[in-house]
């Protein structure tokens, strides 16, 4: 009886550890050999100071929503940890881990960081489509697609609902294909900033993905065209990691309207709704398909 136990034991910790694969837990970027340590000369504007504020913000509207959901949630603050990369799983416990690798790569701004910390939420609350294993196990995570789209539709306007955003983003250099669609969607001066603001993070955030693929950096006048014939669930292109980012921005749902964990309607921007724009990118989505 205890060598079946043991086997089965073994079986289920065997999954949650493949499913760390399947449901973005592995990491926010696919696994890299980046690192930059703590003793690094400074390459970014985030320092361990910064680095602690961003997650204070972030943490104090999130551990409440967290807990209304049943979960404990538990962001990992590694500063000194040189892992270029995030992670989410929910083995003992619903953790989120960040590291200050991260956080020290010259690509990564202050808001940057923030959208990856929105992404790592969002695989814990970002809703559907989710990820299983192969054997069903594990269908608590939102997929990479799903968790990046969550960053920017809900974590990153929370938590920057209330700044002067206008001020903010008057001292960055925005791309016009971000600032019209912005301008498309949002009347309100203030909801177009923020709108903005979270458009840039994703720009942050991709010029990174460059780096590690040693690739052009994405541009958001140069989507992906790609159209997938199922919903793919792994780390996608970072073009469509970009378009993701630059549609949960433009998406004028109402922020309140909570995302489902079953549903991929409610609470986003669908086509079966009437929406035009802010759709999640068909490079990686596939609507009616969960």
Known sequence: MKH????LLSLVFSQAAMACSEDGSTGFLPDNNLRV?????KLSTVDEREFNTVIDKIEAIYLPIAASRGGNLQIVRNW???TVNANATRIFGWKVNMYGGLARHPAITSDGFALVLCHEIGHQLGGAPKVSSWVGLNKWASNEGQA??????????????NDNNSAIVSKMKVPETLARGCAHSFNNSDERSL?????????SVAALFAALRKQPEAKFETPDRKVVTKIFDDHPAHQCRLDTFFQGAICEKNLNEDVSQKDEVQGTCHGTTGFQNGLRPLCWFRPGVI
């Open 4 to 7: 079946v136990i043991a086997v």
């Open 195 to 203: 709108c903005i603001r979270n458009g840039m993070a994703g720009a």
């Open 37 to 41: 340590s703590v003793d690094a000369k």
């Open 148 to 161: 990046d789209y969550f960053a920017t539709l809900k974590c990153l306007r929370r938590a920057f609902l």
């Open 80 to 82: 000194s940890t040189d």
